[in-house]
Nanobody
Framework: QVQLVESGGGLVQPGGSLRLSCAASGSIFSRNVMGWYRQAPGKQRELVAAITAGGTITYADSVKGRFTISRGSGRNTVYLQMNNLKPDDTAVYYC?????????WGQGTQVTVSS
């Protein structure tokens, strides 16, 4: 009943920046955990960043200091500001929303970092 739609992916040069957005539609429950995951070809999907309803934030070690996760004022929109992008950041990025009863994923958006 909830759809997550990512946007903002694309092709960027090393050292560049992108801002990913994830917007939830449908019936929304505000007490949730929002996260960004990524999966590169041949690799497992991994957590990039997550933010709880209380504002606790977790980052993967590989993106600390470069990526920032944040919520919009409506709390069911989440952003991922990605700075100083590296080729190893190339992956499909997925938005995830978790509540006590639901676990929803977006369709993914491709991020390619290449010169």
């Amino acid at each position: 009943q909830v759809q997550l739609v990512e946007s903002g992916g694309g092709l960027v040069q090393p050292g560049g920046s992108l801002r990913l957005s994830c917007a939830a539609s449908g019936s929304i429950f505000s007490r949730n955990v929002m996260g960004w995951y990524r999966q590169a070809p041949g690799k497992q999907r991994e957590l990039v960043a997550a933010i709880t309803a209380g504002g606790t934030i977790t980052y993967a070690d590989s993106v600390k200091g470069r990526f920032t996760i944040s919520r919009g004022s409506g709390r069911n929109t989440v952003y991922l500001q990605m700075n100083n992008l590296k080729p190893d950041d190339t992956a499909v990025y997925y938005c995830r929303r978790q509540t006590g009863t639901d676990d929803d994923w977006g369709q993914g958006t491709q991020v390619t970092v290449s010169s």
